[in-house]
């Protein structure tokens, strides 16, 4: 297995020749004691001020631990360690898990991170595949992978005096590394590459999410905030999607527990309260016998584990004692949809048009950052 993925990464090296290199720092394992480190081939050991103090041998693995705002290796300390193998096709492992590039671990308040230090191109290779299914249609892959280095670029561009530019889960976007990479989504990613998604010349927060049940969502409701003309709410195509409607059930005790409901009594009315142009839900009111609460329609969808927010609510039992939420989509619904992607091009539409639909007057160019 081992053997088989080196030469599988090692041909994507070959074969993908990034046009503008962009190191990102992406952290991989968060805020632990301890994390093992290691190469696939020789490697550097390398201090915080760029000198080589030590050499780890190909697969031995190197544990570190974390002592205030400095890291221990053996009897080594310092600000932070990273592992650069001495071979370019060569691979580090970080706890558990294969990467590209080098891995750094460094220290704060005697808890550890790994990074996983990383040519942006590389990372697309463990993100598109993470991301989206590899078998799909190439035009949704090409798409998934310029949205997501789009993605990671807006990030490193505003994150430059911070610990790290990304992390690896669905709050960033999903990295896996080398180990899920696969054929498909090396060639989507090279035959994008350095392609991005500009609005009037600048990158832009390229959102993207599973599916949005049949409407995306505008980014300037749903935040409140800050404006981003490109996120405006559209049609989506994702009516494949097994989310595309769901239902769950919550028993009240369970809401009010979840929901800090408990000081307004016992429940006697739910109701939607403000709903955003696409449907969904912004705040929704609970009525008790002591009180009534406003919540947040997010903080309803994340607390009560719901796909998303753009849900029906409907109560059983007299007395109340369970809520129906009948919903669609899963995520937040905002930007690109994954399963729309899917749906775009398997009727022949390509990834211009697909991101040209779900971001509202961008553009794709090279090189803007």
Request: aromatic fraction near 8%; charged fraction near 20%.
């Amino acid at each position: 297995m081992f053997k088989r993925l080196l030469l599988a990464v090692g041909l994507g090296l070959l074969l993908a020749a990034p046009v503008r290199a962009v190191d990102l720092r992406v952290a991989v394992v968060q805020d632990v004691g301890a994390l093992t480190v290691g190469s696939s081939s020789d490697a550097a050991v390398i201090d915080e001020s760029g000198q080589t103090i030590g050499h780890l041998p190909a697969m031995q693995p190197l544990t570190v631990t974390a002592s205030g705002n400095q890291v221990r290796a053996v009897n080594v300390q310092a600000g932070r360690l990273r592992i650069v193998p001495d071979k370019p096709d060569g691979l580090v492992f970080i706890g558990s898990r294969w990467f590209r590039g080098a891995a750094e671990v460094y220290a704060s308040a005697n808890r550890a991170t790994g990074l996983n230090l990383v040519d942006l191109e590389a990372y697309l290779y463990g993100v598109v595949g993470a991301e989206m299914i590899a078998s799909w249609p190439e035009e949704a892959l090409k798409a998934q992978a310029i949205a997501a280095r789009t993605f990671a670029l807006y990030n490193w561009t505003r994150r430059q005096n911070e610990a790290f530019d990304l992390g690896d889960t669905v709050m960033w976007q999903v990295y896996k590394g080398a180990e899920d990479e696969t054929d498909s989504v090396r060639r989507a990613v090279d035959a994008t590459a350095a392609q991005v998604l500009t609005f009037k010349g600048s990158l832009i927060n390229a959102m993207y999410h599973n599916n949005a049940g049949g409407r995306t969502e505008d980014f300037r409701a749903a935040s409140g905030s800050e404006e981003a003309p490109y996120l405006s709410s559209v049609e989506d195509y994702d009516q494949n999607s097994p989310y595309w409607k769901w239902q769950q059930v919550i028993p009240v005790a369970t809401l009010r527990r979840s929901l800090g409901l408990i000081a307004i009594g016992d429940l006697l009315q739910v109701k939607i309260a403000e709903r955003s142009l696409s449907g969904r839900a912004l705040s929704v009111l609970f009525v008790g016998k002591s009180g009534s609460q406003l919540v947040k329609g997010t903080d309803v969808r994340f607390k009560l584990g719901l796909r998303s927010n753009f849900f029906e609510i409907n109560p059983s039992g007299a007395p109340l004692n369970a809520l129906t939420f009948d919903g669609h989509g899963f995520g937040h619904g905002i930007g690109m949809s994954q399963w729309g992607a899917r749906a775009l091009a398997a009727l022949g539409w390509n990834c211009s048009r697909i991101l040209k639909h779900y971001y509202q007057g961008v553009e794709v160019q090279k090189e803007v950052f």
